[in-house]
T-cell receptor
Framework: GENVGLHLPTLSVQEGDNSIINCAYSNSASDYFIWYKQESGKGPQFIIDIRSNMDKRQGQRVTVLLNKTVKHLSLQIAATQPGDSAVYFCAELNRFDKLVFGAGTILRVKS | ETGVTQTPRHLVMGMTNKKSLKCEQH?????MYWYKQSAKKPLELMFV???????ENNSVPSRFSPECPNSSHLFLHLHTLQPEDSALYLC????????????????FGPGTRLTVL
């Protein structure tokens, strides 16, 4: 895939289990964060976002947690399915209103 | 379907060629972006256009030349590229930077896989 050269962290989970993907961000002033999913051969797709005045936000099967104290963001996927296999990126909105993307995490779902 | 289309999906070119990548968004957005995604680096922002005006050039070499004739179309003109320019080039659009929150959610196209020989 596109990111093999980066030696991305890989999370392997069994189908049906819950997945937790972590991300550390750099700027304590960032006030908006997004998680993207990128499947092979496709562009990144929006999953869920969260503003800094929130600690938690839930979507359909996904939950994003924000810990501003340690500048940590996580994405939880409930009942992981084979279709969830992809590279997941977190992004933070910097003070110039530009999204800065992390390197990504590969999620592999085993059937 | 994200509403952002890119053509071509794959492109192979020599270092002396001139080619163009095209992006079109059908979402009524006012901002458009070019990103480079390579095997060696995270997603890199190249250019930002806001209401057809270029507002960001992230130290991109002049062999990449963007053009935004209107809010729905974005081009990336390529000339005398190098093999290290081989990458996936992604276009994205959003409502408008600076509006905060959802206005910054970017919708991506499928990308153009560029190979420079």
């Amino acid at each position: 895939g596109e990111n093999v050269g980066l030696h991305l962290p890989t999370l392997s989970v069994q189908e049906g289990d819950n997945s937790i993907i972590n991300c550390a961000y750099s700027n304590s002033a960032s006030d908006y964060f997004i998680w993207y999913k990128q499947e092979s051969g496709k562009g990144p797709q929006f999953i869920i976002d969260i503003r800094s005045n929130m600690d938690k936000r839930q979507g359909q099967r996904v939950t994003v947690l924000l810990n501003k104290t340690v500048k940590h963001l996580s994405l939880q996927i409930a009942a992981t399915q084979p279709g969830d296999s992809a590279v997941y990126f977190c992004a933070e909105l910097n003070r110039f209103d530009k999204l800065v993307f992390g390197a990504g995490t590969i999620l592999r779902v085993k059937s | 379907e994200t509403g952002v289309t890119q053509t071509p999906r794959h492109l192979v070119m020599g270092m002396t060629n001139k080619k163009s990548l095209k992006c079109e968004q059908h979402l009524g957005h006012n901002a458009m972006y070019w990103y480079k995604q390579s095997a060696k680096k995270p997603l890199e922002l190249m250019f930002v256009y806001n209401f057809k005006e270029q507002t960001e050039n992230n130290s991109v070499p002049s062999r990449f030349s963007p053009e935004c004739p209107n809010s729905s179309h974005l081009f990336l003109h390529l000339h005398t590229l190098q093999p290290e320019d081989s990458a996936l080039y992604l276009c994205a659009s959003s409502q408008a930077p600076g509006t905060g929150g959802n206005g910054n959610e970017q919708f991506f196209g499928p990308g153009t896989r560029l190979t420079v020989l």
